[in-house]
């Protein structure tokens, strides 16, 4: 007997895998493997899961209707061009499978996100890498790969796991270098953690062109990756398309309920945004000061490359890292095997990995 054989392609997709969260036999871990908020929920996001537990026998809006007239009202946006998902993931995934197919390319960054190649595999189109420059986006590297396959271009602004960002000049340039019908997705997961006037996350830009969509997450700022909150920002045409392939009720009346929540605490997001900067950058002088090289990340993030001599690289870092409890993010599949991705944890959490770094710099157990 033969068993179901998948569509081509998909055999040859590599399954994400997440940063770890476990060392077997280590008593405390510090994990800064993932780009989760150091600071946890909102406490108002807390109560209102634990008040939504009540209604767990009726489904969710499906319409997500509060919570997108909330991102509406704060950003200043159309509320009817809004769509929430599952996460920003479940939305890079349906334009994938929307606006590309077999035949059809999907461009991005060398380092981009993983979820960009994979999710044009699923749909059956061909990903393809355009190079970096310094590991930050090249706008006339990825104009130079545009053909006439090209449907959609995804750029991650800040990048994972590069952590650099353009400004939103290089993105309406890249824009204006692009055929009408190539849809350009602005991917501003970390946008919040960017203090620069030149930046932007990518509404403007969705407000004058139908073929831009701007995709934001709950994920990094407001600390609700476990309960998988995203949104999109775009035109009426692609919030139609959108809504009709989503699930119908595919964001949880636990997710809604924490989001509306966590987006109405203006003062513990404002505390977690603060610290969060100035953790990363007191980490990333700490790291320099080590001889230690970084990118000028702008994400909870820091980027680093530990030294690539004989038991000095990557590897060995990690390793070093693991015996003493804290886990980091080996980027080795993002073609980056030298580096190491470090989320920014609390104060303690990285006075933790600081002095394990010191150690490891100065031949500690080596």
């Known amino acids: 007997m033969s068993a179901p054989v998948p569509q081509p392609g998909i055999l040859d997709i590599a399954a994400y895998v997440g940063g770890a969260s476990a060392i077997a036999g280590a008593k405390r871990i510090?994990?800064?493997?993932?780009?989760?908020?150091?600071?946890?929920?909102?406490?108002k996001a807390i109560e209102a899961a634990q008040q939504s537990a009540s209604?767990?026998?009726?489904?969710?809006?499906?319409?997500?209707?509060?919570?997108?007239?909330?991102?509406?009202?704060?950003h200043g946006l159309d509320v009817d061009r809004i769509v929430c998902g599952a996460g920003s993931d479940e939305l890079l995934s349906l334009l994938c499978s929307a606006y590309a197919g077999p035949g059809d390319e999907?461009?991005?960054?060398?380092?981009?996100?993983?979820?960009?190649?994979?999710?044009?595999?699923?749909?059956?189109?061909t990903p393809v890498a355009a190079p970096e420059k310094n590991l930050c986006v090249d706008v006339d590297a990825l104009l130079d790969h545009v053909t006439d396959k090209t449907r959609?271009?995804?750029v991650a602004n800040p990048n994972n796991p590069t952590g650099t960002c353009i400004p939103s000049a290089e993105i309406e340039r890249l824009w204006q270098g692009l055929p009408s019908d190539v849809l350009l997705v602005v991917d501003a997961a970390y946008a919040e953690f960017v203090d620069d006037p030149d930046y932007s996350a990518g509404q403007d830009l969705v407000e004058k062109a139908d073929n831009v969509v701007m995709t934001r997450t709950f994920s990094k700022l407001?600390?609700?990756?476990?309960?998988?909150?995203?949104?999109?920002?775009?035109?009426?045409?692609?919030?139609?398309?959108?809504?009709?392939?989503?699930?119908?009720?595919?964001?949880?009346?636990?997710?809604?309920a924490m989001g509306l929540a966590a987006l109405g605490d203006e003062e513990f997001t404002a505390m977690v945004r603060r610290e969060t900067i100035r953790i990363r950058d007191h980490v990333t002088d700490d790291l320099h000061k080590l001889q230690i090289k970084t990118t000028n990340s702008v994400g909870n993030f820091i980027l680093m490359n530990p030294g690539t001599g004989a038991g000095r690289d990557a590897e060995a870092c990690d390793e070093f890292l693991k015996a003493r409890g804290i886990i980091v993010r080996r980027v080795t599949g993002y073609g980056l095997p030298d580096y190491l991705r470090v989320t920014v944890g609390t104060e303690e959490e990285m006075s933790a990995f600081l002095d394990a770094i010191r150690d490891f710099m100065n031949g500690a157990g080596l």
């Not at 510090?30 to 909102?42: Q, R, T």
């Not at 775009?234 to 139609?240: E, N």
Request: a positive charge; aromatic letters at 10%; hydrophobic letters at 45%.
């Open 30 to 43: 510090i994990k800064l493997s993932s780009n989760e908020g150091a600071f946890g929920p909102s406490p």
């Open 222 to 256: 407001y600390s609700l990756g476990g309960a998988r909150i995203g949104w999109a920002y775009c035109s009426a045409q692609i919030a139609d398309v959108l809504n009709r392939v989503r699930g119908p009720f595919n964001v949880t009346s636990t997710a809604l």
């Open 106 to 125: 999907v461009l991005h960054s060398a380092h981009g996100f993983l979820m960009y190649a994979i999710s044009a595999k699923a749909a059956g189109a």
């Open 55 to 74: 209604h767990m026998h009726r489904y969710p809006d499906g319409g997500a209707t509060q919570l997108r007239q909330a991102l509406a009202d704060r």
């Open 152 to 154: 959609i271009v995804f």
